[in-house]
């Protein structure tokens, strides 16, 4: 009989391999290849509330891949979620400035889309 707690060990571990994967393709500007990693994360943990919040991050990383793919309104809609996910809780100052520069990002991709208004409320 498999143990549940072994198995959810496995799954973090391949939650947090999946995530460097996409972190160091986008650094390589493999966007393709990063939003493929993250969208794996996406199917292995829940979507919010999750123990270190694996599927913001992998929604942040689809977020930013496609962003450098300038598909702004496809980035923008992944960035907000991450967002959203990372306001399910009180904010630490990890947290803040995580949250900090999700705006920032949200903004610029705003700004990008042509939509100036919306750009100037998230980074107001």
């Known amino acids: 009989k498999p143990d549940p707690e072994s198995s959810a060990v496995q799954v973090q571990k391949a939650v947090d391999a999946l995530l460097e994967c996409g972190r ?24 919010l509330g999750g123990r270190d919040d694996a599927n913001g991050a992998g929604r942040e990383g689809i977020g930013d891949a496609l962003t ?17 996910a990372l306001h ?32 100037l409320a998230w980074t107001g």
């Open 24 to 47: 160091r393709a986008l650094l390589r500007y493999a966007a393709h290849e990063a939003t493929t990693y993250y969208r794996r994360v996406l199917l292995l943990t829940p979507p």
């Open 68 to 84: 450098l793919l300038g598909s702004f309104d496809e980035a923008y809609e992944e960035l907000r979620h991450a967002y959203a």
């Open 88 to 119: 399910t809780r009180p904010l630490d100052p990890a947290p803040r400035r995580r949250a900090a520069d999700l705006t920032r990002r949200i903004g610029r991709v705003c700004a990008w889309r042509g939509r100036h208004e919306e750009a």
